[in-house]
């Protein structure tokens, strides 16, 4: 069983929609990333959460809205979204600091029609 | 710019033997290496990982060595079981600044250990 728990594990979502994807981790790991993985491809950087502040933005489009409300959870908040941004979506967590691997959860696969 | 590369799209290996996955990468400032397999339907599970400061991490049936001259580290499961039977991701990071947690990952390869 993963640690870090996503959900829903499959959306289907219209253009127009507006849905959240969750995290939540209780290994009081103090850094959330969110990541997407394309069918054949590996996982790519979305953003990265550290001590609940955002640290890292990937260049991702504003139509993706991250959030972390506590060191527990995370959401991304999802807008007008395009087909081409249908993907598996995986949210991990680390200690902070050096040599700290990332645990990953089971992803969301995400549909847009 | 594929700067972690696996060149092995898929290995086939008999159950009992050693499975030996190969990961390339070009980033010199990388100092932090994992790996991390994955089945379907499912996210990547941590497996291994090895600090530049080191060439030689084990853990069980799992052993990871990193040739720094030749960025070049490889995966040695010995002995190899079906279970083993996934996608395998080489990671690599560049600790500290701005990178931090930025993982580079590898194309991934296909191993399959037959009974």
């Known amino acids: 069983d993963t640690e870090v728990t996503q959900t829903p594990k499959h959306l289907v979502m219209g253009m127009t929609n507006k849905k959240s994807l969750k995290c939540e981790q209780h290994?009081?790991?103090?850094?959330m990333y969110w990541y997407k993985q394309k069918a054949k491809k590996p996982p790519e950087l979305m953003f990265v959460y550290s001590y609940e502040k955002l640290s890292i933005n990937e260049s991702v489009p504003s139509r993706f809205s991250p959030e972390c409300p506590n060191s527990s959870l995370l959401n991304l908040h999802l807008h007008a979204l395009q087909p081409e941004d249908s993907a598996l979506y995986l949210c991990?967590?680390?200690?902070?600091?050096?040599?700290?691997?990332?645990?990953f959860g089971n992803g969301t696969r995400l549909t847009v029609t | 710019d594929q700067q972690v590369k696996q060149n092995s799209p898929s290995l086939s290996v008999q159950e009992g033997r050693i499975s030996i996955l190969n990961c390339d990468y070009t980033n010199s400032m990388f100092d932090y290496f994992l790996w991390y397999k994955k089945y379907p339907a499912e996210g990547p599970t941590f497996l291994i990982s090895i600090s530049s400061i080191k060439d030689k991490n084990e853990d069980g049936r799992f052993t990871v060595f990193l040739n720094k001259s030749a960025k070049h580290l490889s995966l040695h499961i010995v002995p190899s079981q079906p279970g083993d039977s996934a996608v395998y991701f080489c990671a690599a990071n560049r600790e500290g600044g701005t990178s931090y947690g930025k993982l580079t990952f590898g194309q991934g390869t296909i191993l399959t250990v037959h009974p």
């Open positions: 290994m009081g790991h103090r850094a």
């Open positions: 991990a967590s680390s200690r902070p600091g050096l040599n700290s691997p990332l645990h």
